[in-house]
């Protein structure tokens, strides 16, 4: 091992355990290693920042802009509407639902087109009398199933295509030879059997949908009828409703898990934890005030005021704020009543609470208000999706729009980057999407991720790290076996793609895949093939795909629910993907 070898695992090492910890975005994470590099004179300080240039990176932020037109139109919605059955049963509406996902996330943002398909979701499972994570679930890796199909699909396909070596890079549809049977088995499993291993986090019996519990803040006024009465028949005041206090605010001092026996005073602030309607109807029994309201059962708010569950996306622009930073009363209108935070109880006070993706909120305003917040800020709607008329000429326009790129790069007339940057240009030439929304609508963590990222990637194979690393696994797991090195190469891939960023990995991965294919002298597509693959299947934690962590509040999952489905949909990938990789790519 050379010294820039041992300087390079170091940083890698280093930059695996950052994605792993968490307490730094990925993208940071990934520029700390590119300049960890450069430092290092692993890469030459003027090709630093070739990755903003690189194709896949181009291409990803295109994708990411006529997505966003698409939703913007609303040619997704009425899409949805017109394609989902109506009034079918589980099988039928789990499974519609899954394959439009699919379907979707293979042209389109993977987040894009779990939060448009999020609120038809819930209304599916309070129309069969499901608990919600039956349905969310299953609808979550079905986009992700569905991004391994196509080139776009997913940043990783996009990744990997940029270190085939050959005349020419794979193209839009080389990858369905196996991401589509694959996708195809995925989603029939989960829709037929797989579901079973959700977790039933919720009872099946509500009459109807409930994201699960809230933790607001009561102040108790003057006139309040809960003064004088004891914590625990304050509790126990709604009959079936479960509403706990969990902690106390008097004069200023904070009293984590007060005794039940402890009586109401007039100023304090009861901080609690329950259902939305539980809450709401205990406000109005005690004439008490809602954090985010005045004392319940007063109209100074007018009768256009509602009020409303939001999911926070991943990469929301309020993420790691609270709701005093973003001034919501002044500066948007709406008041922040209540946070979810499935798993874990938040201690701060709501008014000063970070602000998490996958949070529930319970905000109130003016309709179009709220709708207006959550499009600028990144929420989704989780009870019923805002309706508006699509513009059916620029829905078409920017259908039209999509469906050239894809068939240009398809058909092979331009580059997929070229593509997919003409079809901007033409979005903004037609304005289906605001200009002033074209740029805000790029994922930039994503782009900076990917960019800092490929030229570590390319230290790996220019120091020799790559070919130590696949000589190890070549000589130590594979044994030079072709099957059990490709094998290796897929779960390795899935391991790290279920606890660290999915691009991250096949940045990391790619360069590995050649070196082993090399040292056994076989063609790379192949090994390439099941970087894309393994890359895409982050199946058993919350935290290795976005649409992941976007159910775990509504689902009311925890860390540990998702391994029972995402570990037996991952073996059989692994099964299926093996052979089809064999078949078709010739290792």
Sequence with gaps: MTQDQAILFTILGLTVAGFLWGRFRHDV??????????????????????????????????VLILSRALQQTGAIDALARRVLPQGAGRLGAVSALMALGAFLSAFMNNVGAMALLMPLAVQVAGRLDLPPGQVL?????????????TLVGTPPNLIVAGFREGPAPFGMFDFSYVGLP??????????????????????????????GSYLTEFSVPEDSAAIGLTLRRFEDA???????????????????????????????????????????????RHKIALEGLGPAGNDEQGDDTVMREFAVLPGA?????????????????VALLAVSR??????ARLATLALKAGDLLLMTGPEEVLVEFARDMGCVPLDTAPVTAPDRTRAW?????????????????????????LGVLATMVTRTLPLREVYASIDWPVVVLLAALIPVAGAMQATGAADLLAQGLVGGLAQGNTVIALTVVLVVTMFLSDVMNNAATAAVMAPIALGIAGRLGVAADGFLM?????????????????????ILGPGGFRFGDYWRLGLVLEAIIVAVSVPLILLFWGV
């Design 182 to 211: 694959v996708a195809l088995l995925g989603v029939a499993f989960v829709a037929v059997l797989g579901w079973r291993l959700v977790p039933v986090r919720r009872p099946a019996g509500a009459a109807a949908f409930e994201t």
């Design 137 to 149: 679930m299953p609808l979550a890796f079905g986009t992700i199933l569905g991004g391994m199909t």
């Design 238 to 284: 709604l009959d079936g409703a479960a509403l706990q206090v969990v902690a106390l605010v008097r004069d200023g001092v904070r009293i984590a898990a007060p005794h039940g026996g402890r009586r109401i005073r007039a100023g304090d602030t009861l901080v609690v934890e329950a259902e939305a309607k539980a809450l709401t109807e205990s406000a109005a």
């Design 29 to 62: 994470v990934a520029l700390a290693a590119l300049m960890a590099c450069v430092v290092a004179g692993l890469v030459d300080g003027g090709a630093a920042f070739v990755g903003f240039g690189h194709p896949a990176v181009i291409t990803v932020a295109c």
């Design 342 to 347: 499935e798993g874990q109880r938040p201690s």
């Design 530 to 550: 099941a970087v894309a693959i393994g890359a895409s299947c982050a199946f058993l934690t919350p935290i290795g795909h976005q649409n992941n962590t976007l």
């Design 317 to 333: 622009r309020l993420i790691g704020r609270s709701a005093r930073q973003l001034h919501l009363r002044s500066r948007y209108g």
């Design 397 to 421: 326009i920017a259908a039209a729009i999509m469906a050239a790129a894809v068939g240009l790069a398809a058909l092979g007339v331009l580059p997929a980057a070229a593509s997919f940057a």
